[in-house]
């Protein structure tokens, strides 16, 4: 490829990325007239129409769609041996992105990380919290976090934690006016904290098991929330009954600021999951990062 032509297709990945040529022109370092200029000269050479340009919008057409998918891995992966080159000393350095759900912060990355940055001082990581599961390519992370069930097919995925135990649990104060639920069915009595799922919008419905027959209870109460932490405080706090993994609250079960129910209907999900693109390079930090954070049983 000559070097005008690389020039081309990076500056059209840019701007398909950021969907405006004037923040690509400032990712870039060139000027907006400039950078339009390149893009034009590549449709032109390849004749055929890569972007739809609006007032508002650049976005790009099916066959700018297509040229995306087809060079993008291979920039990322150009990038991620420069960046690899650079950590051939004995010290490693770099960053990692990982995304996450709130409660894998808790029970799979804060007992082990300050172990991990220790013993790497020269790796920097983020941790990112979004329950809605963030595209990692497009928002330019290294990993996301999720559980077994839930990864897609075109991605490596490294177990990081154990099954995943849930529970259903309450305050002694929330008990103290209301009587422990004997049954599922008898949840529907009950002030119970919801969870509304950030991608379907949807409120979720408590998954439990009697036997290995698995169903559902759709449960009512005065407070909803996106995340699970929050959930774990109000439960604390006497507002209701919360649906959570029950390593999350251990301690409190433990402590008795927690009282369990239901035991025998609650279900094991697989364990956590650390997943990213099948296709991409990796840096040396990151592989790192994975090797520490894998599961062994």
Partial sequence: MRRDEFTEMRAFLEVAKERSFTKAAARMGVTTSALSHTIKGLEARLG???LSRTTRDV?????????RAGIEPHFAGIAAEIVALGHLSEELSGQVR????DDAVDT????????FLADHPGIKVELMV?????????????GGVRLGESIAKDMVAVRIGPDVLYCIVGSPDYFARRPAPRTPQAL???ECINYRLPTAGSVYAWELRDGEREFSVRVEGQLTMNNTGPVVQAALDGVGLAYVPRDLVKDQLKARALREVLAR???TFQGY???YPSRRHHSAAFSAFVEVFRYRA
Avoid at 60 to 66: C, F, K, Q, S, V
Avoid at 108 to 115: A, Q, T
């Fill in 48 to 50: 055929v129409r890569l």
């Fill in 130 to 142: 979004d329950n809605g599961y963030s595209n990692i390519v497009e928002s330019q992370f290294d």
């Fill in 59 to 67: 976005a790009p057409t099916a066959a700018g769609e297509r040229l």
């Fill in 98 to 101: 990982i995304v996450c759900t």
């Fill in 265 to 267: 209907w609650c279900p």
């Fill in 273 to 275: 999951h650390l997943y």
């Fill in 108 to 115: 799979v990355f804060r007992p082990r990380l300050p172990r």
């Fill in 188 to 190: 529907t009595e009950h």
